[in-house]
Each structure stands twice: as structure tokens, then as C-alpha cells.
């Protein structure tokens, strides 16, 4: 593995008296997509907003960019990006207004802001609608846009928290296009979680497998499928089943269902 970008040691999370995130350790390697797969409650979520700095820990470590999560969480902001499951673009708004918006609050001056803004729009392949407004963008086309707003500031790591939810199979492979040519373009390290089995095995260089809290297993989805039964006889959903014992499912509890229902709406 490349130089370590992220470093996870012991982390714990509680909620009251549930413990929601149990000592799990793991690294991501520079230029590396990680995937984070698990049922729902597994932790995934609380470890991306523990290690975006948007949840204190209560236990172990966690180092972004050289940067304590705890004691430097200016820093560790300064050098990641973060796309939440929850939509992040405003509807009433262009792409390009939406871009503009997050450049001024990055506090890029004119020159640059308008530059990056040109650079992100034509990666993203949304130069022909980016004076239109967002409400009447496609899904993948919503996603794409939030993934320019967290590049903005070009980061060295990008958080995507279910990035393609609730978006039909071609609007999804045209994101884990645009992921694998941010890791290739701009040597960019990828966390990102996903209950789609197909898109970790697509996109992750490595997956980490969490159940109730703990890292059960790491490995490259080869690697992974070798341990069951061989790289052509299992397939990831083989994998997640024997170390999890669950068959993984995309919808959790009604709040969980209600969220996902809610999001396709608005990505149409």
C-alpha cells in the first residue's frame, strides 16, 4: 500500500450507552479508493463524519493528511472534501451559481475561483448546463455537481457518503467514471461508502467490510472473493454474506427508507 493519507486506529463512537463505532483501525493509502460496506448501522456513515470532523471521537485515533481529527480539525477540513448522502446542491440555483457560492465561501480570489470553476464544469461534463438550474439536472448530473463543489478547493482526500443512492444504473456508472478519472487525474484519495456490491467491486482498489460497529475484514475485492470460494466462483454479495451473515440490502428502517425514497424524488 502507498503512504498512508488516512490512518485509523482503535476508533470508538458512542451514542448514550450504545457503542456505535467498537476500535475499528484501517488505512488508505495515497491515491487509493477505500470502500466502507456494511448493513445499515454498521458505523459507516458515523466513521466518515468522525473523520470529516463533523462528530468528535470518543476513542482511538484518526489522522487525515498527517492531521489529528481531535486536536487539528482546521487542518484536516483544509485537506479533504466531503460529499454527504443528503443532497447538497440547491435546486433554485444553476450549476454555476451553485460552484460560485461554495468558491466565495472557500474564499478564492476572482481570477482562481473562475478558473477552477470553467475546469471543474468541463471534468464533470456539465459545461452545456451549467446556467441551467439544478432542479431540472439529472441525478448523475446533481452528483456530478456536488462532486465539483467538493473539489473546489482541490483535496487531497474525497469523502463520498453513498454517492450514487438512489440514482438508476447508468446515471451510476457515469459517476464511478468520473470517480476513476479524479484518482487517475488528480492523484486523489477516495473514501467512500456504498451498498452497492457492483460499485465497490468497480470502483475500490481495496473495501473494508464493517458489522456492528467493528471492521470485520480488509482486502481487495479479489482478495476478498479468493477467501470464499475463488475470484470467478464468489461474487462481493458471497463476501458480505460469510463474513457478516447477512444478505446486504439496501433499504434499512422506515426513517432510512423515507430518506432514500425522498432523495430519488428530487434526483428524479
Known sequence: MPQPVIEVSGLRRFFGDFEAVRGVSFAVGAGEVFGLLGPNGAGKTTIVRMLTTLLRPHGGEARICGCDVRRQPARV???????????????????????????????????????????????????????VLVRKYSGGMVRRLEISQAMLHRPRV??????????DPVARKGVWERLGDLRKNYQMTILLTTHYMEEADTVCQRV????????????????????????????????????????????????????VRRLSRRLG
Open 77 to 131: 477540513r483544509q485537506c479533504i472534501g466531503y460529499v454527504p448522502q443528503a443532497l447538497s446542491a440547491d435546486g433554485s440555483l444553476t450549476g454555476y451559481e451553485n460552484l460560485l457560492i461554495f468558491a466565495k465561501i472557500l474564499g478564492l480570489k476572482k481570477r482562481e475561483r473562475e478558473r477552477r470553476i470553467e475546469e471543474l464544469l468541463a471534468f464533470m461534463e456539465l459545461e452545456e448546463v451549467a446556467h
Open 208 to 259: 473494508g467490510i464493517l458489522d456492528r460497529g467493528e471492521m470485520v475484514v480488509t482486502g481487495t475485492p479479489a482478495q476478498l472473493k479468493e477467501s470464499v470460494g475463488g475470484p470467478t466462483a464468489a461474487s462481493l454479495d458471497d463476501v458480505f454474506a460469510h463474513y457478516t451473515g447477512k444478505q446486504l440490502t439496501t433499504g434499512g428502517n422506515y426513517n432510512e427508507l423515507k430518506q
Open 158 to 167: 474525497l469523502f463520498l457518503d453513498e454517492p450514487t443512492v438512489g440514482l
